[in-house]
């Protein structure tokens, strides 16, 4: 899910990791780790009707709730690979478990808004020092061949803990408690605490500039956005409590760019989005993490709140779409390299446009199964394929060199973009959320389809024309 330039070792160390019997049950405790932090984008979705009846959450808070932790995570994700670089990937991956894992028991324990909340960034927080940390290890682990096994693996960490999230929230949340979506990672994020010492070895620390300025410039100028972008759903568009914070955010971003220009080593190389293929690949991650999330948020609440569906059969009615989202993926894997990206970006664009469409008719009483489970299937394989050509693009269109870079700011999008698209749709459901009426949800899903047959377009335009050359470097999902 998330990537950073990974440092490098010498050539005595890389033959000795190479040959290190422990290597591959290292990845497993890697992989381990990196799978409950993309379980807990989607697991929460499910949960979330419960966690608002017990805490008395408002629809700001619940919007919060899914945000506050893709925010932390996507915005603070390039300054955690840096700092793997500058303090060890094993001393990182340890420190973001750590925090990852108490941020959990508190979220669990929350008996107000502002402790769910508080443990959400704490959880986002931990989540950015590890995940890049623990891409940092798996690449200078393995060589060769093996390497590109290792990746395969950790990507498809991503489709599986998606489709896990959805089944393993709903089971949760109706059996001991919606508590359990957050204790479920304390026992195992403790266990790999303690076995992957013994199966990691420690790197040296490098002498690495630590961008803190610029981590905190965009990470609060999201927040800023997100903000403006939620209370708008109470105070309308045109209120000054909506422009205010989303003005306070294009100043922020200013203040970003400006320090990334000035420093010598800065968190986002912005001369990146001058290669069409990386602006291309974010723009894509960006709209398709949007969509995916939001379909899992307005469909948990629509499903519970307006058709009183409990967790564990919404869960299973969203298995299908998660499993659709893999199912595109792998699809587009075998497309890519043989009709290009622009084709399969714009097909798959088109077809999550088209598996929108019924789900803008949606009523309390048609069935589901012939309306909202058809169209989050269809919806889905058409932004499973999205996902992959974003990645392709970005990194299979640039120079070897520069495809840590272009990575990092992919992956950044995708996180970032999952905040945007939940803050958006909960804004336009607003009276939807808050009085079970289908109204509301309606809307957001005509947003969602007008915005993917138009992300279609733009894509057609915007997508390099050619095949992209990947090299076996890091990928997403």
């Not at 998606?162 to 195992?188: E, H, K, M, R, S």
């Not at 001058?274 to 379909?295: E, H």
Request: aromatic share 6%.
């Amino acid at each position: 899910m998330t990537h950073s330039p990974s440092h490098t070792h010498s050539a005595t160390e890389q033959h000795h990791s190479s040959a290190d019997p422990r290597r591959w049950a290292a990845l497993a405790l890697i992989c381990v780790a990196q799978f409950m932090l993309i379980l807990d984008v989607t697991v929460v979705n499910v949960a979330l009707p419960d966690m608002a009846a017990d805490l008395d959450l408002s629809r700001a808070t619940l919007t919060w709730a899914v945000t506050a932790y893709t925010l932390c995570f996507g915005g603070l994700m390039l300054l955690g690979g840096r700092l793997a670089d500058a303090l060890g990937a094993r001393r990182t991956l340890l420190a973001g478990l750590a925090v990852f894992t108490v941020a959990s028991l508190i979220t669990g324990l929350a008996g107000n808004a502002a402790t769910l909340l508080g443990g959400r960034i704490a959880q986002g927080m931990g989540a950015a020092l590890l995940s890049p940390a623990a891409l940092s290890i798996v690449t200078t682990t393995f060589h060769g061949t093996e390497r590109n096994k290792a990746l395969g693996v950790w990507a498809a960490i991503g489709g599986s803990g998606a489709a896990a999230g959805v089944l393993i929230g709903g089971a949760l949340t109706d059996g001991p408690g919606w508590q359990w979506v957050f204790y479920i990672n304390v026992p195992i994020g403790l266990a790999v605490l303690v076995a992957l010492p013994a199966l990691v070895p420690a790197s040296a620390p490098q002498p690495v500039r630590l961008d803190i300025p610029g981590a905190l410039l965009v990470t609060a100028g999201t927040g800023s956005l997100i903000y403006g972008l939620v209370v708008a759903g109470d105070a309308g568009w045109g209120a000054p409590a909506t422009l205010l914070p989303l003005a306070v955010a294009v100043l922020l971003y200013t203040g970003f760019a400006a320090v990334e220009r000035a420093s010598r080593t800065p968190l986002m190389d912005l001369r990146m989005f001058t290669r069409r293929p990386v602006l291309a690949g974010a723009f894509l991650m960006l709209v398709a993490t949007a969509l995916l999330i939001a379909y899992f948020f307005l469909g948990s609440v629509y499903l519970q709140h307006a058709r009183g569906f409990s967790p564990l059969k919404t869960g299973l009615l969203f298995l299908p779409a998660a499993v659709a989202t893999g199912l595109g993926a792998h699809i587009a894997s075998r497309l890519v390299g043989r009709i290009g990206s622009r084709a399969v970006a714009v097909a798959g664009m088109a077809i999550s446009a088209l598996g929108s469409v019924p789900l803008t008719q949606l009523s309390v009483e048609g069935s589901v199964y012939t309306g909202l489970l058809p169209g989050f299937v269809v919806a889905s394989v058409g932004l499973g394929t999205v996902f992959v050509t974003a990645t392709t693009t970005a990194l299979g269109m640039v120079e070897h060199h520069e495809a840590g870079l272009a990575s990092g700011v992919v992956n950044t999008f995708h996180e970032v973009g999952g905040s945007i698209g939940v803050a958006v749709v909960s804004t336009i459901a607003a009276a939807g959320i808050e009085a079970g009426s289908v109204g509301g949800f309606t809307d957001a899903f005509t947003v969602c389809a007008i915005a993917a047959a138009a992300s279609a377009a733009a894509a057609l335009a915007l997508l390099p024309r050619g095949k992209p050359q990947m090299s076996g470097g890091p990928h997403v999902h």
